[in-house]
């Protein structure tokens, strides 16, 4: 088992910054690709950015292409996003995920472990 908790939403005007961290504790010895989702009231999960085990490949959806940035830091076994030039569109919980392949993973369903969220809301 893995648990995973995130920390660093919170309410910021759009054009700011936030930095999302996942701290990773249990069966952290395996090589687990994480991602990070989001979701908005009414709207499915969507995947915003996801890492390799290793860190050297990333995946961002189009939508945050530029002003988000995924990392890991596997010797502290937390995950982070930093988010810059924020919009009213990014409002959301936001979670990560760890899967089983050490690849990037696309959809939420290769994804076994989930955090419990983190709101961040971007106001105008």
């Known amino acids: 088992q893995v648990q995973l908790v995130e920390s660093g939403g919170g309410l910021v005007q759009a054009g700011g910054s936030l930095r999302l961290s996942c701290a990773a504790s249990g069966r952290t010895g395996s090589r687990y690709g994480m991602g990070w989702f989001r979701q908005a009231p009414g709207k499915e999960r969507e995947i915003v950015a996801a890492?390799?085990?290793?860190?050297?490949?990333?995946y961002y959806a189009d939508s945050v292409k530029g002003r988000f940035t995924i990392s890991r830091d596997n010797a502290k076994n937390t995950l982070y996003l930093q988010m810059n030039n924020l919009k009213p569109e990014d409002t959301a919980e936001y979670y990560c995920?760890?899967?089983?392949?050490?690849?990037?993973?696309?959809?939420?369903?290769?994804?076994?472990?989930w955090g419990q969220g983190t709101q961040v809301t971007v106001s105008s």
């Open positions: 995920a760890a899967s089983f392949s050490s690849d990037i993973n696309y959809s939420a369903t290769e994804y076994g472990y």
């Open positions: 890492i390799t085990w290793i860190g050297f490949t990333t």
